[in-house]
């Protein structure tokens, strides 16, 4: 009986022991990398943009913010503002920072971004972050997020309703149309 013991401890040694760093390899392609961190996005439909594969990654200056960035309508989009929360691993938010880029993107066109991030913005281990639109500005409208920073709030604790959009007329950067009379 102790040689048929025997013999079963070692069998199953043999077949569990070369498993045991695999285990530990597996643990360790889980863990996200420090340097690049996935941000989730708060997509508003009623705006003209969608933002895609967001991503930031760490550098020497900061952090660099990179998406893809679509224009779904006909008009040239000259700039944008959007919002960046970090929340903390009970989803309590622990800052927001909120940036004006300016952008030249014809009309359903689309075009890969890198922006650097405010210097305040920190992040640690196991912080989520959340990216969010907040005005979209062309050339002959503005599209303006209605209570853009307690939606993006809201989104990040799981409480999303889709916030109110409102929709504008740019007089300051459209030109004047010349009107034909016949």
């Given amino acids: 009986m102790k040689k048929l013991c025997r013999k079963l401890v070692i069998l199953l040694a043999a077949v569990f ?14 863990v996200a990398d420090p340097d690049h961190l996935p941000v989730d996005v708060m997509q508003v439909l009623e705006l003209p943009t969608h933002i895609s594969n967001p991503l930031l990654v760490r550098s020497e200056q900061g952090y660099l913010l990179k998406f893809q960035i679509s224009n779904n309508s006909d008009d040239r989009i000259l700039g944008f503002t959007y919002q960046v929360l970090v929340l903390d691993s009970t989803n309590k938010m622990r800052t927001i920072a909120s940036h004006t880029a300016n952008l030249k993107l014809a009309g359903y066109a689309s075009k890969d971004l890198t922006l650097l991030q405010p210097r305040k913005l920190e992040i640690k281990n196991g912080d989520r972050v959340v990216l969010g639109i907040g005005e979209v500005i062309t ?3 503005i ?16 409480d999303y309703l889709a916030p109110e959009v409102k929709h504008l007329l740019n007089q300051v950067d459209s030109k004047p149309r010349s009107i034909v009379i016949y």
Avoid: F, I, T
């Fill in 143 to 158: 599209w303006a997020v209605l209570n853009s920073r307690e939606a993006l709030q809201a989104y990040g604790r799981g």
């Fill in 17 to 30: 022991l070369p498993a045991l760093p695999s285990v530990d390899l597996v643990r360790s392609q889980d």
């Fill in 139 to 141: 050339r002959y409208s």
